[in-house]
Each structure stands twice: as structure tokens, then as C-alpha cells.
């Protein structure tokens, strides 16, 4: 089976850093996917990771360890409009591509 | 992003009526899929089709009914729900076993 947890909600302040941690438990793992969603919209494709190690993209960033089944999504310089729900889903080695997401972490971003 | 765009964006139904979601992506993809998200729950994965044909069926009720008629068009026929069924319907699509792109959702309200 599959489990994927994630924090249920995190605050921070604006320009500051924050990170955002993933923990999983799968029966076969092919490659590791954050979303960012804001409220009543489409969850949005932020980062990719398949080896371990760390994949920048801008003021994003996401780190997996496959070993310790852990990722984490790291945001910098913190702006306002970065307040959504950022979801971690794990795709499986079998299934039609199948992915298996967390519950999300909403982020509140505070002047 | 219009890349997967969904229609209705919100609707109500009774318990006995019929209606139907729609999905269309304009990415040029193959592979389609439809996602329940209800408050506090991980994305659920409903109905997978790849090149047309549905490759997974996650177990799900049997008054939820897809169709995809061609690549680019994805419904899902709804008879007989439930209260429980009320949640975010979420299309995606994608190129093979690629990232998957997703719609802004339906917002079903069964009373």
C-alpha cells in the first residue's frame, strides 16, 4: 500500500524561507511530485524528483531521499501569493501511472 | 493555464437526477484521468484511460460512469449519488507516464 504524510498547515512570514516535508511509505516508488494549489483552483505542477538529491527551480526547490523515504519543498523569499495548499504525491511502480497524494499542506504566508 | 479546462465549474444535483462532467485538454496528451478531492482527504484516483481505454478503475461506485469518446475529451456520467459524493471532481491529463496536468475542477453539491 501506499502512505504519504505531509503537516496539515504551516504559517510563515513574508520573505522568509520555509520548508515543507514529505514523508512516504510505498510498495514501489517511481518518482515524486509537488503541486501547489491555491484555494478553488487547479493544482499546478511546482517539481519533479526521481534521483536523490536536491532539483532547483527559481525561489523552489525539492529534495528527495529515497533511502529514508523523505522529500521536502523549500520556498524561498516568501510572498504573499505563495499562500495555497502544496501537495506531495508519490507515482508507483505499477498502475497506469498512478499517483498517490498526501492530504496537502495549506501554507499561510503573514506580513 | 488552459491547458485542461473542466465544465460546469460548480454544480448542484438531487440525489436522483443525472448530470455529467466534462474535460477536454488541449495539451495534445494521451492519457486522461478523473480525481475525487474532498475536505481534509488525500486526492482520490478514480478512473485512469490511456490511448482511449480505460487502464483503472479504483474501485469506484458504480453510479459514477466515464466516457472518453477520442484523446482530448473526458466525462464522467453521474446517476443516483449520494450526499458523500459531494467534493471537487478534478480532471488531469498526460503524455504517457509523464507529469500530470490538472483541470480547475468541479464542484459537486449532492443534496
Known amino acids: 500500500g501506499q502512505n504519504i504524510d505531509q503537516p496539515t498547515e504551516m504559517t510563515a512570514t513574508e520573505g522568509a524561507i520555509v520548508q515543507i516535508n514529505c514523508t512516504y511509505q510505498?510498495?514501489?516508488?517511481?518518482?515524486l511530485f509537488w503541486y501547489q494549489q491555491h484555494a478553488g483552483e487547479a493544482p499546478t505542477f511546482l517539481s519533479y524528483?526521481?534521483?536523490?538529491g536536491l532539483e532547483e527551480k527559481g525561489r523552489f526547490s525539492s529534495f528527495l531521499s529515497r533511502s529514508k523515504g523523505y522529500s521536502y519543498l523549500l520556498l524561498k523569499e516568501l510572498q504573499m501569493k505563495d499562500s495555497a495548499s502544496y501537495l506531495c504525491?508519490?507515482?508507483?511502480?505499477?498502475?497506469?501511472?498512478?499517483?498517490?497524494f498526501g492530504t496537502g499542506t495549506r501554507l499561510t504566508v503573514i506580513p | 493555464e488552459t491547458g485542461v479546462t473542466q465544465t460546469p465549474r460548480h454544480l448542484v444535483m438531487g440525489m436522483t437526477n443525472k448530470k455529467s462532467l466534462k474535460c477536454e485538454q488541449h495539451?495534445?496528451?494521451?492519457?486522461m484521468y478523473w480525481y475525487k478531492q474532498s475536505a481534509k482527504k488525500p486526492l482520490e484516483l478514480m478512473f485512469v484511460?490511456?490511448?482511449?481505454?480505460?487502464?483503472e478503475n479504483n474501485s469506484v461506485p458504480s453510479r459514477f460512469s466515464p466516457e472518453c469518446p477520442n484523446s482530448s475529451h473526458l466525462f464522467l456520467h453521474l446517476h443516483t449519488l449520494q450526499p458523500e459524493d459531494s467534493a471537487l471532481y478534478l480532471c488531469?491529463?498526460?503524455?504517457?507516464?509523464?507529469?500530470?496536468?490538472f483541470g480547475p475542477g468541479t464542484r459537486l453539491l449532492v443534496l
Open positions: 488531469a491529463s498526460s503524455q504517457d507516464s509523464g507529469t500530470q496536468y
Open positions: 510505498t510498495s514501489g516508488f517511481n518518482g
Open positions: 524528483n526521481v534521483l536523490d
Open positions: 504525491a508519490v507515482r508507483a511502480l505499477t498502475g497506469a501511472n498512478n499517483l498517490f
Open positions: 495539451l495534445g496528451h494521451n492519457a
Open positions: 484511460y490511456s490511448l482511449e481505454e480505460r487502464v
